[in-house]
């Protein structure tokens, strides 16, 4: 602990406001922390940059899943007109990322 001259009280270093207080949010700030279907709270999220902040960040990321499940079962053996049709998407769709994959985009 330190003193200061002259004072009777001791003044806490920052380790010890650390553990004994709570991060408190700003002032006149109504904002709740509720999450998203992927996290409980935006502290436990596991994206680096929220996925809403992003334009079509949700979409684009679906879609990343998407042509990685593609490449999967492709090189595992699956045709790609078998493919078009497990996802629901054509034959060009199918091609498109199975190139984005080779090209690594």
């Known amino acids: ?47 680096p940059q929220c996925l809403y902040d992003e334009p079509r960040g949700r979409q684009r990321w679906l879609k990343e899943l998407r042509n990685k499940e593609i490449n999967k079962l492709f090189n595992s053996g699956w045709k790609i007109k078998e493919l078009a049709l497990l996802f629901g998407v054509s034959l060009r769709t199918i091609q498109r990322a199975l190139k984005s994959e080779v090209s690594g985009k």
């Not at 009280?9 to 998203?36: H, S």
């Open 1 to 47: 602990m330190v003193r200061e001259i002259g004072g009777d009280t001791p003044e806490k270093t920052d380790e010890e406001i650390n553990q004994n207080e709570t991060d408190l949010p700003p002032e006149y700030c109504r904002y709740k922390d509720k999450g998203c279907e992927y996290a409980q709270s935006c502290l436990a999220c596991p994206f």
